[in-house]
């Protein structure tokens, strides 16, 4: 019950703290990614639907991609990730197609599409790339988030930390948590699927007998930082990015095991056109550059084989995520009302 | 030219869901190409303004001379909706814009309440002189637009790309905030306070955690705390301007950090 995986998997946590911010933030890919130099020229039209990114960063992506390939002409088309897809099922429909590719920040609004047959089949040697776990035959993660259980290293041994998220409902250890958040509720709407919803509004209430409110994840983290909780939930990137800032802050993350407390969310893209150019622009953003970049400058978790993520996380093959569909997260109505129900929203 | 506030409020609604259009197609009814050439507008607007003043004088005169139940108040809102002038100034200068609403509902709250006539006569001048402002204003954005210094109001699709103008547009956005409260579209400023964290602060919150996580953990808090529940508590536009207010410095801060960062930014390739 108590056995832990944190940070101790790479030996990572005690050094994080030491190591000057540029060697942090510094990553050797092993062997295996497939590099932009063997990737082919994009020659031709191709309108990408984005759903919004990282702060300009996935526009930094598409940037360098449009200028290592001039006679590529990309339209883009900018939008929350579910209006969207809701835009491309409802041209679809209409009998329009104005999308080529959907790149989307969350696998909700990818199942939106997938749903209704819209997504092209893809190569097998494009989701070949993918991580165990994470081939899909019509859409590709891009990268990924993990849920975490940051510390107060100070309040709280990590031994002392249920390495079962349901277990959390019966400690007596304060937690920091944000019922409001989109991602926390993608957590319990994971737990709900794997746990039934009875189990979940049980969680929910044993929970709130020891939680603290806070508006949003980077809250918790903080809060976590200051003392206030002992532990709480949130997107792994919170604490890194925090860490990054702030070398020797007193948190540090704890993971539990197959089940929603070590949830991987992530962004995917699919193709709603057939023919090469599609897929190989698909290509390019699961290349080792694009994978790398996306790692070091946005702490998001590589999915392809052979990019090591961010420092200051546990190898993948480390971690156990959930066996879940990733697209039926968006089944987010039940959720809320049970969350609505228990008074924690 | 008359617009009800439901078919108003599903334009917003609607523009927002889609969550890509620029933000100046969000006024009161239909923006058009007008707010574009405003030197060729001005001898309209200032004739609005005046015929405004008259407006809203007699308004006034008639609850002084003859008490409460001789006024219809739902005009002072139709007043200020058969005008052109007010998209002009929704769309150059939303500050402004909120203190005319502010005004204008003073008014309206001062006769329905039954107010003495100081006090209306207080918010009648407090409306003159946001109107007076206003023109001001649009006359000086009417000169910079004809020597191209000002941005083209967007009619299209159109969303901020970087991180500096993800920040202008989330202040741009809190303005509209103060606008749409001072409106008494409460529910339409919170909508708003609630999409343009989701819809924008949190594509840039990453990045700024690393550089000033207590000015992040200030603005989240600020986001789905402070301004949300100044309104619901119906606060007063005042009290949520200042709320607005201090959010701008903080932005400031946020604009300067973020793009000192992407200077530093390695290359994707």
Known sequence: MHRRTFLQGLGAAAVFGSMPFASRLSWAASPGAVSVDSLPPLVGDLTLYLGRGEGGLYENVLEAIQKRNPKLNLRIRRGGSAALANTIVAEAKAGVKRADLFWAVDTGSVGLVTDQQLAKPLPSDLTGQLKSGFQYPGWTPVTGRVRTLPYNTERVQPDAIPDDIMALADSDLAIGWAPAYASFQSFVTAMRLLEGNKATANWLRGVNRNAKKYAGELGVVMGVERGEVDLGFANHYYTLRLKSGKPDANVDLAFTKNDAGCLVNASGILALSDGDLPVNFMRYLLSREVQSYLATEAYEIPLVEGVAPPQGLPAMDTLSPPDIDLRKLADLRPTLNIMRDVGVL | ?269
């Open chain 2, 1 to 269: 030219m008359t617009f009800t506030k439901a078919p108003r409020y599903i334009a917003l609604a609607v523009a927002l869901a889609a969550g890509s259009m620029s933000l100046p197609a969000l006024a009161n009814g239909e923006i058009t190409d007008q707010v574009n050439h405003l030197s060729e507008h001005l001898g309209d607007y200032s004739q609005e303004v005046k015929w405004l003043e008259g407006k809203y004088g007699a308004v006034v005169d008639t609850y002084a001379n003859e008490g409460k139940g001789k006024v219809d108040t739902a005009q002072l809102i139709e007043f200020w909706e058969e005008v052109n002038f007010h998209s002009a100034i929704e769309t150059q200068y939303v500050p402004i814009y909120a203190s005319i609403w502010q005004a204008i509902y003073g008014i309206k709250q001062g006769i329905d309440g039954g107010a003495d006539i100081s006090v209306v006569r207080e918010q009648e001048q407090k409306l003159k002189e946001a109107l007076w402002q206003a023109l001001g204003a649009v006359k000086l954005a009417a000169q910079y637009q004809k020597q191209g210094l000002v941005d083209k109001v967007r009619t299209t699709e159109s969303e901020p790309t970087t991180a500096p103008e993800v920040v202008d547009d989330i202040k741009n956005r809190l303005h509209k905030v103060v606008a749409k409260y001072a409106e008494q579209l409460t529910e339409v400023a919170t909508t708003l306070v609630h999409d343009t964290y989701l819809q924008r602060f949190e594509g840039i919150e990453g990045a700024l955690i690393e550089h000033d996580a207590e000015l992040v953990e200030d603005l989240e808090k600020d986001f789905n705390v402070t301004l949300p529940q100044a309104i619901e508590k119906d606060a007063g536009v005042d009290a949520v301007r200042d709320i607005v207010e201090a959010m701008q410095t903080k932005l400031d801060r946020a604009k300067t950090l973020l793009a000192d960062a992407e200077k530093n930014r390695k290359d994707v390739f």
